[in-house]
């Protein structure tokens, strides 16, 4: 009788699966450990609780405004550029959790011990979102050994990537973790409407924090069309699904973050009439397309696909044509040779070619590796469609990449899951032949170039001017990397700037942010390419005669001039045009209507001049 009714309790309690089969945890545990590594690598020799970015530095500048009441709607940024100010386009979306953050921190601390708190947190618990959807996908394709494969090369990624290291709070990180979650829903085997709905609400949600993503849900789109063409009536609802979510979601964000004054208003770099119109037509016409009768077959299919395909080019051509060619084609030249050629981000592989060619590792190989795994395995007929919708995204984030050098974060990102499903098979085949030595190096190798910062280490060892420098964690984003103290950081000027006047300060634009983080002073320039007009006032401003700078000077309202001659925009000023007020300055020979204030940090800091009153 015991043993009868231990045998029945046993069979009565809940069998435990293993940790295996438990992907959310087993991803938080690796998501535990790589938070850890990243907080004891990184917060002790931290200098600043802001990440090195300028964009990091600029988004707490916008969430702060918002904390201080700044409208919802209200996106200007009142300090930056010419008078009126700067109408940013990124988006609230983002801000809102870093300012929720911030506030709730706020109860118990100080304001910056607050920000310090909220910016160190916010990347790293992007970590967990970023590691489960990779665990997921992977175990459902391959099992248990290819999600912690998949684990492993994620949370490596997430540790060599600068965008989830504490401080950073631009939308790259965010970005990231929305097309992880789209590729890992797309690759379901089961193809339930679940996962569709979830990666049709990453897609609007993409959409809405940022144009870069445009590229990568197109595709994703694409990816449901060719499966609803080729499965038919069983792949029906789940593309219903996602045709509804993309719909819904891109609906919800357009009004939760556009004003009403501006429902006509068409924007190429952010969220507006032309992405919305389109992602919502899309996806209500893919639903709508799903409802056709079983009955007219592939061929049915094929053509009401290329009817939605003609229906969105005439709707981009009618609603948003300026919006087919790059965000940035009508950035005045003078700023496309001064900063935008300057950026990392913004170059193409011809650039980086001719730059840093060592760098080419780091950005481009795993990409192109995962996409030839992809192309091998679906000419193999080895899980076929997941890897037809792998090799789509990262093929369009390797395209993407080539023009600008951006886009290699996405790619080398979406690669964990095809290297992974690899790597579990030869990790497999060594296991089956330990004295194989050929498999073990196959195992070896293959395990190291899936690894990004591998690439980029190598690329450093060889070139000896690296430095020693990871092209992973080096890379600058769209307004390039903020200075270093002692190079004409704001931050070593503060205890000068902040104890003047507020006014409209002339200085250097990658030193522009950092001055609106510091003082309440208003900036001609920082490196975002709305602000065209101060960042070509402040141009002007070095360019010109010293006799013809008081011009511009006064035209633009300007009070003080932070002038950095160790700035290498102004260095490249100076060398352009050595008869200018910067060449003039740096040799020492002041105008009249400047009057030194005094010097900030050492070297080539800052030294401030006071822009005289008219007489």
Not at 11 to 16: D, I, L, S, T, V
Not at 331 to 348: G, H, I, K, N
Request: charged share 15%; glycine share 8%.
């Amino acid at each position: 009788m015991p043993d009868a009714a231990a045998a029945h309790l046993q069979q009565a309690q809940p069998e435990r699966r293993p940790l295996s089969g438990r992907p959310g945890l087993l991803s938080l545990l690796y998501a535990l450990v790589t938070i850890a590594f990243m907080l004891a690598m990184f917060v002790p020799s931290a200098t600043d609780y802001v990440g090195p970015d300028n964009d990091d530095v600029m988004r707490l500048v916008q969430v702060r405004d918002l904390l201080a009441g700044q409208g919802w709607f209200d996106l200007m940024q009142y300090r930056l550029g010419l008078e009126g100010g700067t109408l940013m386009h990124w988006s609230r979306l983002v801000d809102l959790p870093i300012a929720a953050l911030i506030r709730m921190g706020m109860l118990v601390l100080p304001q910056d011990q607050a920000e310090a708190l909220a910016l160190t947190t916010w990347p790293l618990l992007l970590i967990p979102c970023l590691l489960y959807p990779i665990g997921l996908a992977a175990g459902r394709l391959s099992g248990p050994a290819a999600m912690n494969i998949a684990l492993g090369l994620a949370s490596l990624f997430a540790f060599t990537n600068i965008r989830f290291h504490p401080g950073s709070i631009d939308h790259h990180n965010i970005q990231s973790v929305l097309v992880v979650w789209i590729a890992a829903m797309l690759v379901d085997p089961d193809r339930s409407a679940r996962s569709y709905v979830v990666a049709g609400a990453a897609a609007a949600l993409a959409i809405a924090i940022g144009a870069e993503t445009v590229p990568v849900v197109a595709v994703a789109c694409l990816c449901v069309a060719l499966q609803w063409i080729w499965h038919g009536d069983a792949m029906s609802r789940p593309a219903r699904a996602f045709g509804v979510s993309l719909a819904l979601g891109i609906t919800a964000a357009f009004l939760l973050t556009i004003p009403p004054a501006r429902y006509g208003v068409v924007t190429c770099d952010s969220l507006s009439l032309g992405f919305y119109a389109l992602a919502a037509m899309g996806g209500t016409l893919m639903a709508g397309a799903t409802y056709l009768p079983v009955d007219h077959g592939i061929r049915g299919r094929l053509v009401a696909a290329a009817g939605i395909a003609v229906a969105l080019a005439a709707a981009a051509l009618l609603i948003a044509p300026q919006c087919l060619g790059s965000p940035l084609a009508n950035l005045d030249p003078m700023l496309v040779t001064l900063w935008l050629d300057a950026v990392t981000e913004a170059q193409s592989i011809v650039g980086i070619v001719i730059r840093d060619p060592h760098a080419l590792g780091g950005y481009y190989a795993v990409g192109f590796f995962a996409a030839m795994v992809c192309l091998f395995r679906i000419l193999q007929n080895q899980d076929r469609e997941a890897h037809v919708v792998l090799l789509l995204l990262i093929a369009a984030s390797w395209m993407v990449a080539l023009v600008q050098v951006r886009g290699f974060f996405f790619a080398n990102m979406l690669a964990i899951l095809p290297l992974a499903l690899l790597i579990a098979d030869l990790r497999r085949g060594s296991q089956a032949d330990p004295e194989s030595p050929n498999a073990a190096f196959a195992y070896v190798m293959t395990v190291l170039m899936a690894v990004p910062a591998v690439w980029a280490l190598a690329g450093a060892l060889i070139d000896h001017n690296a430095e020693g420098s990871l092209g992973m964690e080096t890379l600058t984003q769209d307004s390039g990397a903020r200075p270093v103290p002692g190079e004409c950081s704001a931050e070593d000027g503060l205890p000068l700037l902040a104890g003047l006047e507020p006014g409209v300060v002339a200085a250097p634009s990658n030193s522009g942010a950092e001055i609106l983080r510091y003082t309440a002073h208003r900036v001609l320039a920082a490196p975002y390419h709305r602000n065209q007009g101060g960042m070509l006032t402040e141009l002007h401003i070095g360019l010109a005669l010293p006799a013809e700078s008081e011009a511009f000077l006064r035209g633009a309202g300007v009070k003080l001039l932070a002038f950095c001659a160790g700035d290498p925009q102004t260095r490249s000023l100076i060398r352009m045009k050595p008869d200018g007020l910067y060449a003039a300055l740096a040799r020492g020979d002041v105008p009249t209507y400047l009057a030194p204030i005094g010097r900030t940090g050492e070297g080539d800091g800052f030294i401030v001049y006071q822009v005289a009153a008219v007489r």
